[in-house]
């Protein structure tokens, strides 16, 4: 049972990346899955989440509008598109597995381990 997470690099600001998370060991479709990230001296903040079936998402206030969350669950996979990229958008970004389309932490029992993504100025 794991998720894992790719895709991050560096960008220039106003550049474009998308993120992956694959995940395995359980039923894709049984879960929402969510992105957070934790950027330096910060603590982990809310960036996206979709419910099992995509009929919901919710962003954080900072990525809405810029970020899209999407999943695919014929490849147990969920994507982030990061468009118009800011420097304080640079993080460690996490994937995450839980019940439910909601924007806190504890709602979700699996994590990846993270992918870094920078934006230079």
Avoid: H
């Avoid at 903040?45 to 810029?66: C, L, M, N, P, Q």
């Avoid at 996979?77 to 504890?106: F, H, I, N």
């Amino acid at each position: 049972v794991q998720l894992q997470a790719f895709g991050g690099g560096l960008v220039q600001a106003g550049g474009s990346l998308k993120l992956s998370c694959a995940a395995s060991g359980r039923t894709f479709n049984n879960y929402a899955m969510a992105w957070f990230r934790r950027a330096p001296g910060k603590e982990r903040e809310f960036v996206a989440v979709i419910s099992r079936g995509a009929d919901t998402r919710y962003y954080g206030d900072s990525v809405k509008g810029r970020f899209t969350i999407s999943r695919d669950n014929a490849k147990n996979t969920v994507y982030l598109q990061m468009d118009s990229l800011k420097p304080e958008d640079t993080a460690v970004y996490y994937c995450a597995q839980g019940r439910a389309p909601r924007w806190t932490e504890d709602t979700f029992d699996l994590w990846g381990q993270g992918t870094q993504v920078t934006v230079s100025s």
